[in-house]
């Protein structure tokens, strides 16, 4: 299987520069992806979740399209392929 991430500009230093990670393996969930994407960009996750392995508040993330908030969180299932964003929260004024 593989999957692709998306990395948005203010994470893009701590994942190589890339705009975007393919990473291969087997992931039953949002959570199996992500532990795929650590292995190739670790400082990544820091960024993405808490000390308690949640998302952190100010971070989205989308399966193809669709928040993980809406369709069951870190466990949510992703298919082959999926295209998975990683957003943080943008604010000012």
């Known amino acids: ?19 975007a990670v393919r990473v291969n393996g087997r ?5 199996d992806a992500l532990t795929l994407l650590w292995s190739q960009c670790p400082a990544v996750r820091d960024r993405v979740l808490t000390e308690l392995g949640e998302v952190r508040p100010h971070i989205n993330i989308f399966v193809d399209g669709e928040s993980i908030r809406d ?18 929260a943008v604010s000012g004024g």
């Open 27 to 31: 992931a039953e969930s949002i959570s």
């Open 71 to 88: 369709s069951g969180g870190l466990g949510a299932s992703v298919r082959e392929g999926a295209e998975i964003f990683i957003l943080p």
């Open 1 to 19: 299987m593989s999957f692709v991430f998306v990395i948005p500009g203010p994470l893009r230093e701590l994942a190589g520069n890339r705009g």
